[in-house]
Nanobody, 123 residues
Framework: QVQLVESGGGLVQAGGSLRLSCAIS????????MGWFRQAPGKEREFVAA????????DYADSVKGRFTISRDNAKNTVYLQMNSLKPEDTAVYYC????????????????WGQGTQVTVSS
């Protein structure tokens, strides 16, 4: 059974930074492409960032390009999302997800999900 556990969320002022972490257990971490998604109240879950199995390829939503960075440490079975220059519109529950195939940007392509971590950005 694959388990994903996110951490690092919290309350931050606009312009601040947070780093989210997602640890995976149960399978070989390097077998999965990883993604970060977010969901704000009353909105659909949306793509934020994704990274390939090796870490050699990444993709970002236009709304976070230049501000967020996804990375992974296969030795630690962990994927990270560094979030800088945070804006109130970044407020959401952030989820990490694992995909057995390849880097994808749609939620339906992912096989496993974490429980989510709340990020709140105050103005």
């Amino acid at each position: 059974q694959v388990q994903l556990v996110e951490s690092g969320g919290g309350l931050v002022q606009a312009g601040g930074s947070l780093r989210l972490s997602c640890a995976i257990s149960g399978r070989t971490f390097s077998s999965y492409a990883m993604g970060w998604f977010r969901q704000a109240p009353g909105k659909e879950r949306e793509f934020v960032a994704a990274i390939s199995k090796s870490g050699g390829s990444t993709d970002y939503a236009d709304s976070v390009k230049g501000r967020f960075t996804i990375s992974r440490d296969n030795a630690k079975n962990t994927v990270y999302l560094q979030m800088n220059s945070l804006k109130p519109e970044d407020t959401a529950v952030y989820y990490c997800a694992a995909n057995r195939l390849a880097l994808r940007t749609t939620p339906g392509a992912y096989d496993y999900w974490g429980q989510g971590t709340q990020v709140t950005v105050s103005s």
